[in-house]
T-cell receptor, first 114, second 114 residues
Framework: AQSVTQLDSQVPVFEEAPVELRCNYS??????LFWYVQYPNQGLQLLLK??????LVKGINGFEAEFNKSQTSFHLRKPSVHISDTAEYFC????????????FGTGTLLAVQP | DGGITQSPKYLFRKEGQNVTLSCEQN?????MYWYRQDPGQGLRLIYY???????QKGDIAEGYSVSREKKESFPLTVTSAQKNPTAFYLC?????????????FGPGTRLTVL
């Protein structure tokens, strides 16, 4: 069965510092990978996705992620964070095939401090 | 403007009552989903539907029911059989295709059982 692990429940960081949010997945078949962001009391918004091709994926708001098949990871990075990046970030995986079901990680709260 | 709407934003229910959460989309998507979000647990799939008049149980369907009579609408009923219904409920939609699988989310409904 597929699963997604987000090792850090909360990541505190100072404004303008770099950040990496970790995501590992388990799957024996090809997968599609996603990062979503959720601001307080709102729905989820897609940050970026990996379907195929280049392993470095760029998304909105200056975020990027790198797909590493050998390490089964899809870590999210930003070189310089802003206060407005404070939110919960979810990694998700979808198995290839006909179904569009997503499996979500438990989320990482990015807390940007001035 | 295309998008997904959920209503109401906040909902209060007495124990023993059934309550229905609304989800409407004008994106012309075939697939729709309901998720439940609890603190520290990420998103868990309740029900999903890939075509009108058809739906499947997700991981935590007990105590919930859905209908899909129209492509645009996928209401969720939380029944009195759901033991712990207080949570944030998110509706999503997507097209059904292996290569294009982004799920778009609504703003959510926060249900509180009094």
């Amino acid at each position: 069965a597929q699963s997604v692990t987000q090792l850090d429940s909360q990541v505190p960081v100072f404004e303008e510092a770099p950040v990496e949010l970790r995501c590992n997945y388990s799957s024996s078949v090809s997968v599609y990978l996603f990062w979503y962001v959720q601001y307080p009391n709102q729905g989820l918004q897609l940050l970026l996705k990996y379907l195929s091709g280049s392993t470095l994926v760029k998304g909105i708001n200056g975020f990027e992620a790198e797909f590493n098949k050998s390490q089964t990871s899809f870590h999210l990075r930003k070189p310089s964070v802003h206060i407005s990046d404070t939110a919960e970030y979810f990694c998700a995986v979808r198995k290839g095939g006909a179904t569009n079901k997503l499996i979500f990680g438990t989320g990482t709260l990015l807390a940007v401090q001035p | 403007d295309g998008g997904i709407t959920q209503s109401p934003k906040y909902l209060f229910r007495k124990e023993g009552q059934n309550v229905t959460l609304s989800c409407e989309q004008n994106l012309n998507h075939d697939a729709m989903y309901w998720y439940r979000q609890d603190p520290g647990q990420g998103l868990r799939l309740i029900y999903y539907s890939q075509i009108v008049n058809d739906f499947q149980k997700g991981d935590i369907a007990e105590g919930y029911s859905v209908s899909r009579e129209k492509k645009e609408s996928f209401p969720l009923t939380v029944t009195s059989a759901q033991k712990n219904p207080t949570a944030f409920y998110l509706c999503a939609s997507s097209i059904v295709a292996p290569s294009t699988d982004t799920q778009y989310f609504g703003p959510g409904t926060r249900l509180t059982v009094l």
